[in-house]
């Protein structure tokens, strides 16, 4: 089995996330996942100018002034992925098909941690990916599921394993965006990894927001 190359593979099953077989309307729900970085940068400046001046007398003496400058710049960026999810069906979203070599070493030793396979094996390519199953919920709200991939490749096998120990569970009003890692839910470790999350670093800010919009 070869790591998956698609950038969104649809599968509408509501089998195995229980309660959802009698949940499907027909409508769909858009998942998605919105990176938002700020940054601000400030700049304080004191330069110094000066100059001689000669008099009538064959004397001299020196003029000179301080001049401040402060600037401040803040900077917003965005990225966003998304997946089109069936009410009461799941949606597999890849998040890399490839990760860095450097990284690979990490999904090893958690894998071998919880037990998903057996000490010792080398892992030459993972590929990372999230799972999503989506319920309209009465009230307008939705209810998502969120189980972390991963696709490994080995020198004589390969294997992808739902980690079912890592997935998030939340209701979400449909449109309103929820944000991830932060104080109003929490995800686990390995889904901010496979979504690379990071944390607040000196004036930069992070956030990894979900929104769930019935369409």
């Known amino acids: 089995m070869t790591l998956v190359r698609v950038l969104v593979l649809v599968v509408a099953l509501g089998a195995g996330w229980p309660g959802l077989c009698d949940a499907q309307s027909g409508k769909q729900v858009k998942v998605a996942f919105d990176f938002r970085q700020s940054s601000t940068q400030n700049?304080?400046?004191v330069d110094g100018s000066g100059r001689v001046i000669i008099t009538d007398r064959g004397g001299a003496r020196s003029s000179g002034r301080l001049g401040v400058d402060s600037t401040q710049r803040r900077v917003q960026t965005s990225t966003g992925i998304f997946t089109i999810v069936q009410d009461g069906g799941e949606s597999t979203m890849l998040v890399a098909s490839q990760i860095p070599y450097s990284q690979v070493t990490f999904y090893r030793d958690y894998l071998t941690g919880a037990?998903?396979?057996v000490s010792g094996v080398q892992f030459k390519d993972v590929g990372t990916s999230l799972k999503v199953r989506a319920a309209i919920l009465p009230g307008n709200q939705v209810r998502v599921r969120l189980t972390p991939t991963i696709s490994w490749l080995s020198a004589d096998?390969?294997?992808v394993i739902e980690v079912n120990e890592a997935s998030t569970e939340l209701v979400?009003?449909?449109?309103?965006p929820?944000?991830?890692?932060?104080?109003?839910?929490q995800t686990h470790e390995l889904t901010r990894?496979?979504?690379g999350y990071r944390a607040s670093e000196s004036a930069t800010e992070t956030t990894?927001?979900?929104?769930a919009t019935i369409r």
């Open 43 to 45: 700049r304080d400046a």
């Open 208 to 211: 990894m927001a979900l929104t």
């Open 193 to 195: 990894r496979i979504l």
């Open 157 to 159: 096998t390969s294997g």
């Open 115 to 117: 037990g998903y396979i």
């Open 178 to 185: 929820v944000v991830l890692g932060g104080s109003t839910t």
């Open 172 to 176: 979400v009003p449909s449109g309103r």
